[in-house]
């Protein structure tokens, strides 16, 4: 299985910066691409950003421009930049990886979650 291990969330003030990390460690032939989710209570899991191994992104419209994702392949870490942070963007921050030895057996990994919570 893989394991994802992140790091980075915290509180601050708007305007603020954070960057976040997500380390995948175990069983992996391949990670097809990782990516970056959040969850507010009542709110469905949403994607934020996502990369994948050959540098392709993807973001939210509501982070285009303040938000940057990256990619260590080498290893196996997937960073997101947060600039110019909104109250609305306070929520839980889930680190996700899709892996697998094939395109058959791919399968969605998560990590623990870590808080983000913007606040004047």
């Known amino acids: 299985q893989v394991q994802l291990v992140e790091s980075g969330g915290g509180l601050l003030q708007p305007g603020g910066s954070l960057r976040l990390s997500c380390a995948a460690s175990g069983s992996i032939f391949r990670i097809y691409s990782m990516g970056w989710y959040c969850q507010t209570p009542g709110k469905q899991r949403e994607l934020v950003a996502s990369?994948?191994?050959?540098?392709?992104?993807n973001y939210a419209d509501s982070v285009k421009g303040r938000f940057t994702i990256s990619r260590d392949n080498a290893k196996n870490t997937v960073y997101l930049q947060m600039n110019s942070l909104k109250p609305e963007d306070t929520a839980v921050y889930y680190c996700n990886a899709r892996a697998g030895l094939d395109l058959s057996s791919m399968r969605n990994y998560w990590g623990q979650g870590t808080q983000v919570t913007v606040s004047s």
């Open positions: 990369i994948t191994s050959g540098s392709n992104s």
